[in-house]
């Protein structure tokens, strides 16, 4: 299974409509929760039956009332997604994988979902999607051949919409010229791979952040939930959207070829949240996005037939030489490895992605 993501091309009248549904979920949501919350100790009633009984509430009574007229022009199938989110966010809860859950608010990001009710529909190759109870839509990057599938989610991120959907199929192996690579990641030289190509990931967010800065000071001036504050608040959503686009873009390219190009990849199995104490880094760390490097690397390499292998997070890569196996401190400020004992001298990135290629478990 793998998803499949799409920006969408929509005029004024078809972003009020997107963005209609989206405020449609999100006042479903908060209605659910807040009434789920209310009747905490009204006696033993699970999440899924207090859910189940404000569905009807709210269909044979809420929608009917006439301040409420407008829900009935949207699609039945937002809100009954809405409160299947709000289910799946109180079982995240009692499973402990969660905090509880919390009001939707239009600042967290405007998003919905729906699906068809008569089961998977097909989707046609080409520069339009018909989305289930929404309509037909133009796309920026068409779909290069048919899917199937039944739920559909549209996002925003800055001022563009964008729709996903999931198809339950498997890509074909990819054969890879390559056999092995050892990576090693760092804030210097984002990747640095064993057969000595180096890959310097641009810094979004450092390059932002003057103009970031200017326009955060500017809502901050401005009369609260005025009307120029919201515009100030949706520029500084769009450089924020635009930072995570050019991150993600060069991640993508980066893992996909990797995992296209070597059989057998081994990366540091990093301990990013440790990495982020550090306070004179963590800006630089938390610009590059290692954690997302590894995830995507990992279900990449499942997608295209390669293997990915963790190296043990406290396996010194930096410290031991790649020629002879002597141990040695390095300091960050360091950067080229001086071997006393063969006498080796090379960059500190590349032997440690050597290292990490060479390096096998412990019995």
Known sequence: MFAVKRALKLNKKEATLMAKNAGFRRVVFNLGLS?????????????????????????????????????NQLSSRVYQNALIDLKKAFARYREGKAG??????????????????????LLKAGNTIKIPTLGTFR???????GFVSQTFTISKEGNRWF??????????????????????????????????????????????????ARLQ????????????????????????????CIRKDFLHKLTT?????????????????????????AGAIADLGFYEFKRQLEYKCQMYGASLVLVERWFPSSKICSNCGHKQEMPLSIRTYDCPGCGVSIDRDLNASLNILNWEPSA
Request: charge should be positive.
């Open 35 to 71: 009434l789920r919350t209310q009747m905490y100790g009204e006696g033993q009633f699970t999440d899924s039956k207090v859910i189940n009984e404000i569905k009807k509430v709210l269909t044979n009574h809420v929608k009917k009332q006439p301040e409420c007229a407008w829900m």
């Open 100 to 121: 509880h859950p919390k009001f939707a608010s239009r600042r967290d990001g405007q998003s919905f979902a729906v699906d068809s009710s008569n089961g998977k529909v």
């Open 139 to 145: 796309l920026e990057e068409p779909l290069e051949c």
């Open 163 to 212: 729709v996903s959907f999931c198809v339950d199929a498997q890509r074909r192996p990819q054969k890879q010229p390559e056999s092995s690579v050892g990576i090693d990641v760092g804030v210097k030289s984002f990747a640095t791979l064993s057969k000595g190509q180096v890959f310097n990931a641009p810094k979004p967010l450092k390059q932002a952040k003057t103009k970031l």
């Open 217 to 244: 000071c500017k809502a901050s001036r401005q009369v609260k939930g005025s009307q120029n504050q919201r515009k100030t608040y949706n520029s500084i959503s769009r450089l924020h959207a635009r930072i995570a």
């Open 257 to 281: 070829s990797t995992a296209k190009t070597f059989k057998l990849i081994k990366i540091e199995d990093l301990n990013v949240s440790g990495m982020l104490a550090n306070h004179k880094l």
